[in-house]
């Protein structure tokens, strides 16, 4: 079983988090939210706002495992409000364009920080050459 912890510069979060653990060719991402890496605090905004930065973030977690986000095949999304599904889907779809899109979960859950969303991700590293 092979293991690799995955952080990018600047990334916040404490030593005991890491943003994605890669394991037997498969990538587990840990929650991302719509936190500014500079000041390591929320960045409030829009549902629709909070949602491109926190899936920008999944971007480059992704990038960095060689994955992109045609190989996320589970997300799980948490919603402080609910009545924000529509403008947060909407935000969604625009980095989901493959034809099958991943299997989701979206659930109401209060969130740390006031942050208004926040996602976690499974995705299947393709065969390096070797």
Known sequence: MKRRILKF???PGSPHISAGLEIDGWLYLSGQGPLDFQ??????GTIETETKLTLEHIRLVLERA???FADVVKCTCYLADLTDFAGFN????DFFTTPVPP???TIQAPL???IKV????????PQRDV
């Open 9 to 11: 510069d600047g990334q």
């Open 39 to 44: 000041t390591r605090k929320p960045v409030a």
């Open 66 to 68: 060689g994955c992109s």
């Open 90 to 93: 909407a935000t969604y779809q």
């Open 103 to 105: 299997a989701r979960t």
């Open 112 to 114: 740390l920080g006031g």
């Open 118 to 125: 926040e996602i976690d991700a499974i995705a299947k590293i």
